[in-house]
Every structure is written in structure tokens, then in C-alpha cells.
């Protein structure tokens, strides 16, 4: 007696036919035999799943560093070549498209994919092959854990820094103006929780009482619930350890709607998306706040040739840059520097090169320790203000003087 | 209060998981197929729904209508010319094919918006009531009372109507509605078109709720098909039951621990119910000879 004619054979087609999609294999975005003078960079991106705005954000800058340089001749006078795979935001499968770019399609060097979580697994697929591995995003204590000498991490700090203008500017603050309790909701992601976890000590020591403090799942876009809980806790500094615009935009959404009104709201990310950050939240947006490694506007070598390749080769109506794509870009030059000082791909030579040297980068110039961490550079605190990003703190390198706006208005 | 606050928000909620799961329950129960590209629908709903807003400024509760009407028509034709010759060949080919049409909608959103959050935003996204405490945002409001007046034209269509009459007897046995003079394969094109236009109506209210991506509608399918199980497979007042359900679990357990659990609750649940009772809440042992 069956009581369902639904057999299991469907079932474990369709479970094949998922994870044949998921694996992305064959979605190669340029197989094409490239010629021997070309350098051959392996990347994997997350171009699809919940990763996929940071991913394709990343994936342009990548694509504009090849034009740059290419532009100029190459390095050394040979053209570079990005070999690319969508790993559809899956850690298994960016670990599997490595190990191919550096078997199968035997690449020269690789650069890193977007974000901590991508980058802890993948990283040690590099170590193992003995390549360089620079990448711009992945910044948590995870990274430089297992202390890979052939990572190097391209922001100006690792992320336990990211939040330190926040924590400055509130210390800052008259004690009558302080916040007095602080939520920290938390994607399950390494490196925002490295972001939560930094402030949340350094508060604490402050004598900010700590609130309301969960993990939610990647996944999450409904936070209402959790805007309730803070709000019933009597939250007043809200750090939202989020990782892209779904779960930093469906936040403030959430919030809003069940009435949770914090005088300050941080971001670990999604308030730089600047491109989307207006478009989904309209005047939402005002009084957000996130840390910020590089700017637009910025004056550092190259910065203005990346910014106007940028739009001339994604333009968009508000004339934005997206930072991901500055950070993957910056670990283009680095790479490229030191390939052009060591005269080719010795992997081994790069990775001493780049452990000897300071490296100048549109996120700035610094070197790294044995583990990869950049030393030297620090962050600054934005927030959204009359429809603008504003650099409000450090004061002295704030936009035109501004300061931070406490309470935020209404969301 | 706390508590009250994360009921009135899952009924809510639950409100338009009910609306979202109804339409691959109504496929399921005539077709006995199951729709992976349900959830893919939705969402490529919510993307037509955000461009119709975006260039004509067509609000999205006006835009349901439009979509629905085009939905309906994609679907009994995808029906009559796709998945029923596949179905007389071989189920498990359908079942595939509703699996291609998923991954088609999702590479066809990504090059004609990118792969980039969406949300849809009206100008009453923004407001909220409050009774006391107890805040019950407007759009949560418009989306339940949307998705209750949706449910209950399909109810009425189904169980006072020939359609309807005709679409549950091909549910119940297909082989009997045929001998009793139902022309069952017109029926089955009609039952799949109202499947996927419930779908399209879902679409534009989930926009409203939460920000999508091309490819988040494989996070979506999977909590569908729980709501469908739990229901019972086919039975309506099963899935509305089932949807509100994991509505309320999913907003009380996050008010008290962290959201991680909140899908673990709803299936511990879910896993629960099938031990003792495999068919759903309302679902019932279809017996076939040997």
C-alpha cells in the first residue's frame, strides 16, 4: 500500500539537480585558454545568494582593477586575466572552486572572495597550495587565527577596530548624554560578531549596561520580534551587528514598525551601500551610522582613476562607489605591487615581498604583520545626514565640519 | 505585554505565510505535484510589483489585480503545454521542470535587476498604530486583511461554485470526477492557474514585508512546504492553521531567544505532529491498490 504516489525518485533527482546548481560548477564567467604571457587571477564570488549585493559589489571592483591595469600595459608588460566563479554565497562550494582554480585552471595567484565567512575556509585551500591570498573584506579574528603567512587583509584595520570611532565618540560624550543600555542583535557571522563582541566590551567598561544581545541566522529578514525585545529592554545604542543590506535594511524596517526608537543606531555594514541604502529605506536612512575605510572622495593615489573607471564601467544615477568595490580593488593594486616588485608569480617571493614592505592602496598605505593583519591605519565613523554620508568623527577629518547627530531622528 | 506583542505580529504574519502556502497546496491537491517554483513566483511577483510602482506608480495592492490576471494565464497555459505532458510521462519529469522554471525566473531577475536587495516602499510603508504598548504596523495590517479577503474568494470559489466543485473532486480522485463527466485535464489547467496567481497576488504583499534578492526564494520554498505538510497536503484549513502557526512560533521564540531557534521551534513542531499524525492537521491517507 503506497500513500503517496510522490516516489523518492523525484525527491533525489531534484536534491542532484540542487546540488549540481548550488555547486556552480560550469558557471565560469571566462574559460576561455588565455595566453601564456597572461597573468592568471583566481577569484571566487558570491555574485548569488544572500551574499550576492557585497559579492557583485566586490566582483566590479575586481573587474575594474583588470581594466586599470590592463589600461597601463599590464604588469611587467604582461596582461592580467581573471579567472571567476559564482559561488552562490556557499562556503563548500567557494572551497571547491579554489582548489579548481588552482588545479584545473592552474592560475598564477589568487584574490580573495567577499566577507570573513567566505574567507576563513577559503584561505586555508590557498595556504595549502602555497599561494598569495589577498583579499579586502574578511577581517575577523577568525582570519589570522590560524596565522596563513600568505594572507594579507587590505583595510586600513582588522575588524575588532572597526567600531573604535564609535566607541571614541560616545566616550566623548557629557555622562547626562551618554546612552545608558545597548543592544547588540548579531548576524551569525564571524566577522560581525568581532565588530559586536569589541564594542560590547569596551561599553561595558564604559558602565553602558548591556540590553538585549542575540545571534540571528543569516538568513533573517523579519525583526520585528527582536525590535520588540529591545524596545520592552529599554535599548538606547543600537550596534547591529549585520553583514549585508538584507539584514541591516529589513532591521530598520522591523524597528520602525514596532516603535524601537534608539538615540543612536550603528551598523557593522549596510549603511555604506550607499547605491541602496537610500533607495530602500528612503528617509529611513537618516541618523544610520557605520564605520567607513575608504571614501569616495578620497584624494589617496589612484583613488581618482579607480572611482572614474568605476562609473564610466557600472554607471548609476547617484554617482556612487559601493566600498566593497574600493576594498577588492585595493587588493588588486596590492597584489599587482608586488608581483611588479618581485618580476613575476613566485608565489613564495610575493609573500615575503608583501611581509617586508608598505604597500600604497586607495584604502591607504600600510604593511601587515606574520599573520596578515594590516598595521598602522584606523576608521572613521558616517552617518547618513539630510540625505548625505558624512564622515562625522574623528573631528578632524570630518566632512566639512559636521558632527554626529544625537538622538537620531525618528525611523 | 512582550508577549501579546509577538502574538498580534505571528498572527499577522502568519496571515500572509497562508496566502503565500495556498497556492501550492491547491497544485498539490489537484496535480499531486509539487511546485518548487512556487516560492520563485512570489518573488518574481514582488520584482513586477516594485517595477509597475517604480515606472507607472502603480501601488502595489493595485498592481495584485494586473498580476494576478497575467499569472493566471502564464500559468494554466505552462499547465496545459509543459507539465501535463510531462505528468502522463513521468511525475518526477514535471517535478523538474517546475524546478527549471524556478531557475529561469531567478536568472531572469538577476539580469534585468541584478542581484541586488529590493524592497517594495509605499507611502504608508511607513505607518504604525499603537494600542497601548502593542504596536501593529499598517502594512502588516494590509497584508493580512489582503491575504484573509484573497483566502476567502478562493474558499467561496472552491465550495460554492462548479468550478470548485469541479477542482475537489479532482482532488479527492481524478479517476471518479472523470467517470462523473468533470473534465479533469481543463480542470487541472484552471486549478494550476489559480495556484500561481495566488502566488502573484502573495508577491506584492511579501515586497511590502521584506527586502528580496533573485535567488531568495530558496529560502521561502522550504518553509512553504512545512506549512503545506503540517497542514495536510491539499487542505486548505490545514495550511491556513499551519501558517499561523509558524507565524506565532517564529515571533514569540525570537522575543526570548535567540532567532536561530525560532525555524527549529516551528519543526520540532512540525516533526512532532507528523509522529502522530503522518497526514497533517487536516490532511488525509490517500489509499491506492496494490
Known amino acids: ?411 | 505585554m512582550l508577549l501579546l506583542q509577538g502574538l498580534v505580529l505571528g498572527v499577522l504574519v502568519g496571515g500572509m505565510y497562508a496566502l503565500m502556502a495556498s497556492g501550492l497546496t491547491l497544485i498539490f491537491g489537484v496535480m499531486r505535484l509539487i511546485n518548487i517554483a512556487h516560492a520563485a513566483v512570489i518573488i518574481f511577483a514582488s520584482y513586477l510589483s516594485w517595477q509597475l510602482l517604480r515606472v507607472l506608480g502603480i501601488d502595489p495592492l493595485i498592481s495584485i489585480v494586473i498580476l494576478v490576471v497575467v499569472f493566471f494565464i502564464g500559468g494554466a497555459l505552462l499547465q496545459k503545454y509543459v507539465l501535463s505532458a510531462l505528468i502522463d510521462k513521468d511525475l518526477s519529469l514535471a517535478l523538474l521542470a517546475t524546478l527549471g522554471v524556478a531557475n529561469v525566473l531567478e536568472g531572469m531577475e538577476g539580469a534585468l535587476w541584478t542581484s541586488s536587495f529590493h524592497a517594495i516602499n509605499t507611502g504608508y510603508s511607513d505607518q504604525t498604530y499603537h494600542f497601548g504598548d502593542v504596536y501593529v504596523p499598517l502594512i502588516r495590517i494590509i497584508t493580512f486583511v489582503a491575504s484573509v479577503i484573497i483566502l476567502a474568494g478562493l474558499y467561496v470559489l472552491l465550495t460554492h461554485t462548479n468550478l470548485g466543485r469541479a477542482i475537489r473532486a479532482t482532488t479527492q480522485n481524478r479517476a471518479i470526477a472523470q467517470l462523473v463527466g468533470v473534465n479533469v485535464n481543463r480542470i487541472t489547467m484552471i486549478a494550476f492557474g489559480i495556484g500561481i496567481a495566488v502566488a502573484a497576488a502573495a508577491g506584492p504583499l511579501m515586497g511590502m514585508y521584506y527586502p528580496f534578492y533573485p535567488n531568495s526564494h530558496w529560502g521561502w520554498i522550504g518553509k512553504l512546504m512545512a506549512i503545506v505538510v503540517l497542514g495536510g497536503l491539499g487542505s486548505f484549513r490545514g495550511t491556513l492553521v499551519a501558517a499561523l502557526i509558524l507565524g506565532v512560533a517564529e515571533q514569540v521564540t525570537i522575543l526570548y531567544v535567540p532567532a536561530n531557534w525560532a525555524a527549529t521551534v516551528f519543526f520540532v513542531f512540525l516533526f512532532a505532529v507528523l509522529i502522530v499524525r503522518p497526514q497533517g492537521f487536516f490532511g488525509h491517507v490517500a489509499r491506492e491498490s496494490l
Open chain 1, 1 to 411: 500500500m503506497r500513500f503517496l504516489r510522490v516516489t523518492r525518485a523525484p525527491l533525489a533527482l531534484t536534491v542532484l539537480a540542487l546540488v549540481a546548481t548550488s555547486c556552480g560548477l560550469g558557471s565560469s564567467s571566462n574559460n576561455a585558454v588565455t595566453p601564456g604571457a597572461d597573468i592568471k587571477v583566481g577569484i571566487s564570488e558570491p555574485l548569488t545568494g544572500d551574499k550576492s549585493d557585497i559579492g557583485t559589489n566586490s566582483d566590479n571592483g575586481y573587474k575594474v582593477w583588470e581594466a586599470v591595469v590592463n589600461s597601463h600595459g599590464g604588469i611587467n608588460g604582461r596582461h592580467v586575466k581573471i579567472i571567476q566563479y559564482d559561488n552562490n554565497s556557499l562556503a563548500d562550494t567557494a572551497v571547491s572552486q579554489y582548489q579548481k582554480l588552482v588545479t584545473v585552471d592552474q592560475v598564477d595567484v589568487l584574490l580573495g572572495p567577499v566577507s570573513s565567512a567566505l574567507v576563513i575556509p577559503t584561505e586555508a585551500v590557498a595556504a595549502q597550495y602555497n599561494k598569495v591570498f589577498v583579499e579586502g573584506t574578511g577581517g575577523s579574528p577568525q582570519v589570522f587565527a590560524r596565522n596563513f603567512n600568505n594572507v594579507f587583509f587590505v583595510q586600513p584595520a582588522t575588524v575588532e577596530h572597526q567600531a573604535d570611532p564609535l566607541v571614541d565618540w560616545i566616550k566623548s560624550l557629557p555622562p547626562d548624554q551618554r546612552p545608558t543600555v545597548a543592544g547588540y542583535p548579531t548576524n551569525d557571522d564571524p566577522f560581525a560578531q568581532a565588530v559586536v563582541d569589541t564594542v560590547q566590551k569596551a561599553f561595558e567598561g564604559m558602565g553602558i549596561k548591556t540590553g538585549y544581545k542575540q545571534t540571528y541566522p543569516p538568513t533573517q529578514t523579519d525583526f520585528t520580534s527582536i525590535g520588540s525585545a529591545m524596545k520592552a529592554a529599554k535599548v538606547d545604542i543600537l550596534v547591529q551587528g549585520s553583514v549585508a543590506d538584507q539584514d541591516a535594511a529589513g532591521a530598520v524596517k522591523g524597528y520602525s514598525q514596532v516603535g524601537f526608537q534608539p538615540k543612536v543606531s550603528y551598523f557593522a555594514s549596510g549603511p555604506d551601500s550607499a547605491s541602496t541604502w537610500l533607495d530602500l529605506l528612503s528617509s529611513k536612512a537618516e541618523g544610520t551610522m557605520t564605520s567607513l575605510d575608504w571614501l569616495q572622495e578620497s584624494t589617496v593615489p589612484g583613488n581618482k582613476e579607480f572611482v572614474d573607471t568605476y562609473l564610466k564601467m557600472f554607471p548609476n544615477k547617484d554617482n556612487l562607489v559601493p566600498a566593497e568595490a574600493a576594498e577588492a580593488y585595493a587588493a588588486g593594486e596590492v597584489l599587482a605591487a608586488a608581483i611588479s616588485a618581485t618580476g613575476g608569480v613566485d608565489n613564495a617571493k610575493i609573500i615575503s615581498w608583501l611581509h617586508a614592505n608598505k604597500v600604497q592602496s586607495v584604502e591607504g598605505k600600510f604593511g601587515w604583520d606574520s599573520a596578515g593583519r594590516p598595521q598602522g591605519g584606523t576608521f572613521d565613523l558616517i552617518q547618513w545626514q539630510s540625505n548625505h554620508l558624512n564622515i562625522v568623527w574623528p573631528l578632524n577629518v570630518a566632512t566639512n565640519g559636521t558632527k554626529p547627530t544625537i538622538p537620531k531622528p525618528s525611523w
